[in-house]
């Protein structure tokens, strides 16, 4: 097996980010700086930072598809296309046909979720299911209660038509915490435009009940059997 994808299997990075990670020394095999390309012996160490890694363990048997938790960075752009560069399948590199549920901007990052099953993607986005997503937002301007109470009312104009009310609440001068239940294409930025605020940095940190936790951007886990059933009430066929 070649060492970028015994990283990759692991859970840690894509195997691009792998390479990266080789090419700057930060990866060992049982204790000797690795090269990029290297194949990985059977039964040797790998760790990345001093860490040790594993391959998690194939769970054969208890799921049809891939569902993943992806902590995104700026850059990446949430699309299938092949042609543009920085594509969110390119920088996973999954061992199967992946694809986003739903969208984050190529400019903001955290959490977004991935999989295989394409029959469940419209299921989790329905407006109608409610599914919370939470942000947290700098900008460029000292942040105001009456600005939260307005980002947090509702009927802000987006794309043609009013935003649904939100919660809000204030993280420092210039940062602020909002959860929407919409998914409107750049709405926390337009949003914020609206009221004259520039957005300086979003990140989201909550899809339903799945929460980005100790994800460093470029990382992303399978989903657990409780993420799942959360997202998919009444689903079992996973």
Not at 148 to 165: C, D, E
Not at 179 to 206: P, S
């Amino acid at each position: 097996m070649r060492l970028n994808k015994f990283i990759a299997d692991s859970g840690l990075c894509s195997r691009r980010e792998a390479d990266r990670l080789i090419g700057e020394g930060r990866v060992t095999v049982d204790g000797l700086r690795a090269r990029v390309g290297a194949e990985l012996p059977e039964g040797a160490q790998v760790q990345v930072d001093g860490q040790p890694l594993a391959v998690r363990k194939a769970a054969k048997g208890q799921r049809r598809h891939v569902y993943i938790a992806l902590n995104k960075p700026v850059g990446i752009t949430s699309t299938t296309e092949g042609a543009v560069k920085g594509n969110i399948v390119d920088f996973v590199d999954h061992q199967q046909r992946i694809f986003p549920i739903g969208r984050l901007d190529k400019d903001s990052e955290g959490l977004i979720l991935l999989t295989s099953n394409g029959d469940i993607v419209n299921a989790i986005l329905r407006a109608e299911s409610k599914l919370e997503k939470e942000y947290l937002v700098a900008v460029n301007h000292a942040v105001t209660d009456e600005f939260l109470r307005n980002m947090a009312r509702g009927g802000v104009p987006v794309h043609g038509q009013p935003t649904l009310p939100a919660r809000t609440g204030k993280l420092g001068r210039f940062g602020f915490r909002i959860t929407l239940v919409q998914g409107l294409n750049r709405q926390v930025r337009l949003m914020a435009a609206h009221f004259g605020y520039r957005v300086k940095q979003l990140v989201r940190v909550r899809i339903g009940n799945v929460k980005l936790g100790h994800l460093k951007p470029g990382q992303w886990r399978n989903l657990t059997d409780a993420e799942l059933r959360g997202l998919l009430p009444g689903h079992e066929d996973w």
